[in-house]
T-cell receptor, first 115, second 113 residues
Framework: AQSVTQLGSHVSVSEGALVLLRCNYSSSVPPYLFWYVQYPNQGLQLLLKYTSAATLVKGINGFEAEFKKSETSFHLTKPSAHMSDAAEYFCAVRRTNFGNEKLTFGTGTRLTIIP | GAVVSQHPSWVICKSGTSVKIECRSLDFQATTMFWYRQFPKQSLMLMATSNEGSKATYEQGVEKDKFLINHASLTLSTLTVTSAHPEDSSFYIC?????????FGQGTRLTVV
């Protein structure tokens, strides 16, 4: 079975500060990992995904994540927070790189940006 | 990226009535669609996997007779909440399978009064 754990249900950072959202995974096979963002009353938008091609993955809106097998982590970072980054962020894992495989989501982290 | 449209975006219904939610893939064909449920401030829980032309596969604990799923075409899947009750109030999100990733609809907020 696969799972992801997101540490911290709420994270607050000042505008312009570093954003760090934590995600640790558990998987019996090499995982495929994803970060999604959800704005209020909206669906999910893919930020980035890890598919074993490169350990440092760059996504949209200036976000990136690094896959660290030794730490079973896939933390999401952004060098400088913007007010528009305020949203809910979900880490997710999948066994394969096929779109018909179900995603298992973490519990989410709500990011608040302090002006 | 690919677009998935979900309709309605919100609905209020009376207890005991049924509500249908549509999920359409606008610019690609989706043989597989997923239906999720999200409670306030919680994660997404997969309810069922919908395959075009066949019966949906429900996750453990999800009542298939209450949450009817129909995937009659490659671009449309529907979720019908039958005999809705207040405890069915939630945010329902669909996603449609692409080749390597799933694309999500904007969600439907259902309130049963």
């Amino acid at each position: 079975a696969q799972s992801v754990t997101q540490l911290g249900s709420h994270v607050s950072v000042s505008e312009g500060a570093l954003v760090l959202l934590r995600c640790n995974y558990s998987s019996s096979v090499p995982p495929y990992l994803f970060w999604y963002v959800q704005y209020p009353n909206q669906g999910l938008q893919l930020l980035l995904k890890y598919t074993s091609a490169a350990t440092l993955v760059k996504g949209i809106n200036g976000f990136e994540a690094e896959f660290k097998k030794s730490e079973t982590s896939f933390h999401l970072t952004k060098p400088s927070a913007h007010m528009s980054d305020a949203a809910e962020y979900f880490c997710a894992v999948r066994r394969t790189n096929f779109g018909n495989e179900k995603l298992t989501f973490g519990t989410g982290t709500r990011l608040t940006i302090i002006p | 990226g690919a677009v998935v449209s979900q309709h309605p975006s919100w609905v209020i219904c009376k207890s005991g009535t049924s509500v249908k939610i549509e999920c359409r893939s606008l610019d690609f064909q989706a043989t597989t669609m997923f239906w999720y449920r999200q409670f306030p401030k919680q994660s997404l829980m997969l309810m069922a996997t919908s395959n075009e032309g066949s019966k949906a596969t429900y996750e453990q604990g999800v009542e298939k007779d209450k949450f009817l799923i129909n995937h009659a075409s490659l671009t449309l899947s529907t979720l019908t909440v039958t005999s809705a009750h207040p405890e069915d109030s939630s945010f329902y999100i669909c996603s449609a399978r692409g080749v390597t990733e799933a694309f999500f609809g904007q969600g439907t907020r259902l309130t049963v009064v």
